[in-house]
Structure formats: structure tokens, C-alpha cells
């Protein structure tokens, strides 16, 4: 068992099923409904000590898929409240429950045509086209124009309406029953864009220094933590880097950024990762367990005596964990306290138990290969196929090994990246 330093709750063991986006949601309604329900309550009986939501967006206007959960003041609440409930129904009376954490973000630049429909311009924390997305490769960059609206630089209210944004989701999430939320500043999304030299053009309070960077996500973390008060649990995500060549400097500037944040003394846990929309290498398997030297280093850098090391953040590390030898070794070299298991989990969904158990030693990844465009199609291929995989769990089916790479392709990234038949006209109401 481990005690989170802020909260107080008890996670029951150090492993915890990683966020990992659903797309289940309806476009229109984009409240939660059975699929997850069913999905949720078979994750949370697999052995996790904590399992985290996808993608639940604070602003229907820049999603990062139309089939995202929203919670928000239009938010049908009694369909959030049966999916909290779905996570203490583990069915066996003498295991303990999971803590159930709702991921909160906002898409920013990186929500889709499929998503925010040709009417409507993402926000971002940088504006214009030297904001724009690239995707990566001559055939990412191309799509790219097509896929991603130009981003329209926020203002100082629209910056003070998503840290409200986030206050509300947080509260909601906590009044319908979920132990606690994380805060997504990852994966190239807003608040990863504001943190990034990349993405950060501005040259005012919120951009132009590292300290600038980093003000928006200071001013939501406490915002958030006094709405929910100390009895619910609050980790954030972050990236070691945007991208493969960021160099030392860019990770220099992440231990700084996590000294930050320990100092602040608000938060349970700070979950590791790394990569975007713009390098999807780290977020492959293979990229992933570029994030472990980071965290030794981490480790290093942040070593305090026994009483403020009660007090700091638990580390959380995710990403390239396949075997219980690499997952132990990591967390008896002081790397991390918790491993974060994603596309494991959508495989079979008792690989926590199984790992604990010692049922399972290693699970070893499907090849997926799209033969050509590989820089952009074979990392997007691999995403997709897992949510299809997903989409199965959440029918109470069982993982197919033999699921069809060509329509997963062609169906998928159509429906996620260009036209969600039900939304490509729908105009969002606009959110408070």
C-alpha cells in the first residue's frame, strides 16, 4: 500500500491502468454511457491500484477526438455518476477497490477537423499560421494543413476561462463520485503546448520564459485543488520532452518545473511521458521507455530527506512496460512509485493481477506494419487498432489478435482525424 501525500487515500498496490483515450462517447451528447461503464468496471477489477479515465475535455469546442467524454455544466451528471459507481464493482468482495481518477484536458490546437467541425477555430496558448500543427513526415505535414485548423491565440479571458474550465470539471468530477482527477499537460495538448518552447510563442506574462511557460499551469493547480478541497486526489501529466532531438536543456527545464510543483505541496501524484502530435515516436512502445532515463535522473536530481520526501508528489512512470522484471526494476531503483500500464491493460484486462500474481512475466506487443509513411501512419495504425481493441473490451468481448489493419486504417483515422458524419456541421454550444 502506498498513502498519497496530499489526499491521504491509500493506493492498494503500485501499478495503475494509464490513461488511454475510449472514443466511445456520443458526438453529440458526449456524456459517458454503458460501453464505458462496462469497459471501466472491467479495468478497475484487473488489479490496479488506481485507474485513470481517457480524455475527459473541459471545453466541447476543442476536443481531441468528437467521441470524447465533456464534463461540463451541460453534462448529463447522472450518466458520470453510474461510471464512477462502475469502478467500485469489482465483483470480488475480498479486493480491495481501485481509486477511480478522472483525466481532465482541453485539446487546444491539437483537436481535429472531425472535431471541431469547419466552422469553429481551435484556441491555442500561440496563434497563426506559424502555430499550426505539423504532423510528422512530407505526408504528416501535408494532412496536417487539411486536418488542423490554423489555432487562434487565446486572450487573457479565454485563459482565465479554461482555468475556470478546469475548476468545473474537477468539482463535478468529485460530486459524482471519482476519488480524484488528473490534469493532462501532456502529448502536445494545451497546457503541454503552453509548457513547450515549441508550441509557447507568446512574449507576454504567459510565454517567453521558462517561469512564463509554466503560469498557466501554476494557476490552475491551486485554483483546482482549493475548488475540490484536500480529500480528493490531484496528480498532473507531464512530458519529459515534446519531442526525439529536444536536448538536456528541455529536460532541465521539466525537473525544474516538477521542483515547482513539489514546492507548491498540492498534488498526490505527477505521472511521466512524453511526445505529441507532432513526434508520435514517443508515443509508440518503442518511444515510451525513452522516459526511464529521465526519471533516474529525476530521481537524482530531487533526492530529500525522509520527511520531505513524505511530502513530495509520487512519481508516476508510463509508457514501454511489457515484463514484471523491468517494472520492478524501476521501482526498486527509486524511479517512479507507481508504473502506469496503458496497451497492456487493453489486451487483457487482469495483466495488473496477472503481473502480481505472478500468472504473467511479460506480454509482448502485436506488429503492426503499414509498409510505407511510416513516421506518421505506423504510430496513428497502432493507436487506433488499440482503441478498436478497447471498443471490444467495452462490449465485454476479448481481445482480437487478428483485427483487420486496412479498415482500422482507412475507417478510423477518416472518422477520428476528417468527418464524424454526426458532427461535421453540429455547432457546440458555446461553454461558460
Wanted: with cysteine; charged share 20%; aromatic share 8%.
Amino acid at each position: 500500500e502506498t498513502t498519497l501525500p496530499v489526499s491521504g487515500k491509500t493506493v492498494k498496490n503500485r501499478l495503475a491502468n494509464a490513461a488511454t483515450s475510449e472514443y466511445l462517447a456520443d458526438p453529440n451528447t458526449n456524456n459517458p454511457n454503458e460501453k464505458h461503464f462496462c469497459l471501466y468496471q472491467r479495468w478497475s477489477s484487473g488489479g490496479s491500484g488506481m485507474v485513470l479515465t481517457g480524455n475527459v475535455m473541459v471545453e466541447r469546442l476543442c476536443k481531441e477526438n468528437s467521441r470524447n467524454v465533456v464534463l461540463d455544466k451541460m453534462s448529463d451528471l447522472s450518466t458520470f455518476r453510474t461510471w464512477a459507481k462502475s469502478f467500485k464493482q469489482n465483483g470480488d468482495q475480498q479486493q480491495e477497490d481501485a481509486l477511480s481518477i478522472m483525466q481532465i484536458n482541453h485539446a487546444g490546437r491539437q483537436s481535429p477537423l472531425a472535431s471541431t467541425g469547419v466552422l469553429n477555430r481551435p484556441i491555442s496558448i500561440s496563434g497563426g499560421w506559424n502555430s499550426r500543427l505539423l504532423l510528422p513526415g512530407l505526408l504528416g505535414k501535408i494532412l496536417g494543413w487539411f486536418l488542423f485548423l490554423t489555432p487562434k491565440k487565446m486572450d487573457w479571458h479565454e485563459i482565465q476561462k479554461v482555468t475556470a474550465q478546469f475548476v468545473t470539471s474537477a468539482k463535478l468530477a468529485k460530486e459524482t463520485g471519482f476519488d480524484g482527477v488528473q490534469i493532462h499537460a501532456a502529448h502536445g495538448y494545451l497546457l503541454a503546448q503552453s509548457l513547450s518552447p515549441n508550441g509557447n510563442l507568446r512574449n507576454d506574462n504567459y510565454g517567453g520564459t521558462p517561469e512564463g511557460r509554466r503560469k498557466l499551469l501554476l494557476e490552475i493547480i491551486p485554483a483546482v485543488r482549493e475548488a475540490v478541497g484536500k480529500d480528493f486526489v490531484l496528480g498532473v501529466k507531464l512530458n519529459t520532452k515534446d519531442r526525439r532531438n529536444d536536448g538536456l536543456d528541455r529536460e532541465n527545464e521539466c525537473i525544474d518545473l516538477i521542483a515547482k510543483l513539489s514546492d507548491l505541496k498540492q498534488l498526490d501524484f505527477i505521472e511521466l511521458s512524453g511526445g505529441s502530435f507532432e513526434d508520435f515516436f514517443l508515443l509508440s512502445s518503442a518511444g515510451q521507455g525513452t522516459h526511464q532515463p529521465f526519471a533516474h535522473r529525476l530521481h537524482s536530481a530531487m533526492q530529500k530527506s525522509p520527511k520531505e520526501a513524505k511530502n513530495m508528489p509520487r512519481i508516476m512512470l508510463t509508457g514501454g512496460f511489457r515484463s514484471a522484471a523491468d517494472m520492478s526494476n524501476a521501482l526498486e531503483l527509486g524511479m517512479a512509485d507507481f508504473i502506469g500500464l496503458g496497451r497492456p491493460c487493453c489486451v487483457n484486462p487482469s495483466f495488473p493481477h496477472d503481473i502480481l500474481t505472478g500468472k504473467q512475466k511479460l506480454m509482448k506487443d502485436v506488429p503492426l506494419d503499414t509498409y510505407f509513411a511510416k513516421a506518421l501512419l505506423e504510430p496513428v495504425l497502432n493507436a487506433l487498432w488499440y482503441q478498436r481493441q478497447i471498443d471490444l473490451l467495452s462490449q465485454n468481448k476479448e481481445f482480437d489478435p487478428k483485427l483487420s489493419i486496412l479498415s482500422t486504417l482507412i475507417f478510423l483515422f477518416f472518422k477520428t482525424y476528417i468527418w464524424d458524419w454526426k458532427t461535421m456541421f453540429y455547432h457546440a454550444p458555446a461553454t461558460s
